[in-house]
């Protein structure tokens, strides 16, 4: 199976442009959960789709946003970009098991706001 | 208000011995738990993973063991390779917690042959 892939792999804004990323789970996947990272605070759950709905949501400002397709690919919006807003950006898939939900990661975005 | 903890920012093993991350997390609600391995430039990748109905975990190399009454996992990775190199993180989620994993900060692991 082909793993999860997000586009673009770099990305460079300046201030106040608005980013769109680009997610593709893994098949058969139902359900893609957005990171930032950062080094200051690691990584931090943005939200998570499920069903093309948003099941649950990190505390991020309402500048962040995503959507997710009926074939499970995901996006994720910044408007108004903040220079505080350079991370890499971490999409993942669930695949729920008899233990647990397990989450397999994308390569990430690394976005870089001048 | 970091609720998993890993304490160790690095590690440093020698080549064939024992490398064990520690990892520490407060929400006594936590039920399954993962360790995830990344290198630079790229996204974390699944290790290994233990609920909270186990105290241990073994897969080849890897074992993870949870001890719920003192709030404590650990990986041990035996022998250790130098391509384990990396940065290790704890991850833990609450039951239906619908996709939201808690991070550790990571510990950096370095083998030296």
């Known amino acids: 199976k082909a793993g999860v892939t997000q586009t673009p792999r770099y990305l460079i804004k300046t201030r106040g442009q608005q980013v769109t990323l680009s997610c593709s789970p893994i098949?058969?996947?139902?359900?893609v959960s957005w990171y930032q990272q950062t080094p200051g605070q690691g990584l931090q759950f943005l939200f998570e789709y499920f069903s093309e709905t948003q099941r649950n949501k990190g505390n991020f400002p309402g500048r962040f946003s995503g959507r997710q397709f009926s074939n499970s690919r995901s996006e994720m919006n910044v408007s108004t970009l903040e220079l505080g807003d350079s991370a890499l950006y971490l999409c993942?898939?669930?695949?729920?098991?008899?233990?647990?939900?397990?989450?397999?990661f994308g390569p990430g975005t690394r976005l870089l706001v001048l | 208000d970091q609720q998993v903890k890993q304490n160790s920012p690095s590690l440093s093993v020698q080549e064939g011995r024992i490398s064990i991350l520690n990892c520490d997390y407060t929400n006594s609600m936590f039920d399954y738990f993962l360790w995830y391995k990344k290198y630079p430039a790229e996204g974390p990748t699944f290790l290994i993973s233990i609920s909270s109905i186990k105290d241990k975990n073994e897969d080849g190399r890897f074992t993870v063991f949870l001890n719920k009454s003192a709030k404590h996992l650990s990986l041990h990775i035996v022998p250790s390779q130098p391509g384990d190199s990396a940065v290790y993180f704890c991850a833990a989620s609450e039951g239906g917690s619908q996709g939201n994993l808690i991070f550790g900060k990571g510990t950096k692991l370095s083998v030296k042959p």
């Open positions: 098949s058969g996947h139902r359900s």
């Open positions: 993942a898939s669930s695949h729920l098991t008899a233990n647990g939900e397990t989450q397999y």
